[in-house]
């Protein structure tokens, strides 16, 4: 059974960085499209970046695009969540998430989740 693990939230001034991970097992990590969603106090939950298996395709929420970084390293089988220059908007619980299939933006159908770990930025 896959298991993910998310590591790497905590509290964060305004204009900081954190680097969010996301350990995998149980299964064959370089088969897995891997994700990441976020979900903040009182909202939905909405998809933030994904990446392909090969780690060559990668797709980000437009308000996320050039602060954050999505990366994996098949050999650590573990994904990453580079988050730079944090805003308040940030805030929230960060979900990793991984599929056969490419991660849908909708959250739908995904294969696994973690449980998540809580992102918090002051301004």
């Known amino acids: 059974q896959v298991q993910l693990v998310e590591s790497g939230g905590g509290l964060v001034q305004a204009g900081g960085s954190l680097r969010l991970s996301c350990a995998f097992s149980?299964?064959?990590?370089?088969?897995?499209?891997m994700g990441w969603f976020r979900q903040a106090p009182g909202k939905e939950r909405e998809f933030v970046a994904r990446i392909s298996w090969t780690g060559r395709a990668t797709y980000y929420q437009d308000s996320v695009k050039g602060r954050f970084t999505i990366s994996r390293d098949n050999a650590r089988n573990t994904a990453y969540l580079q988050m730079n220059s944090l805003k308040p908007e940030d805030t929230a619980i960060y979900y990793c998430a991984a599929d056969v299939r490419a991660v849908a933006v909708t959250a739908y159908g995904i294969d696994y989740w973690g449980k998540g770990t809580l992102v918090t930025v002051s301004s």
């Open positions: 149980g299964g064959t990590f370089s088969s897995y499209h």
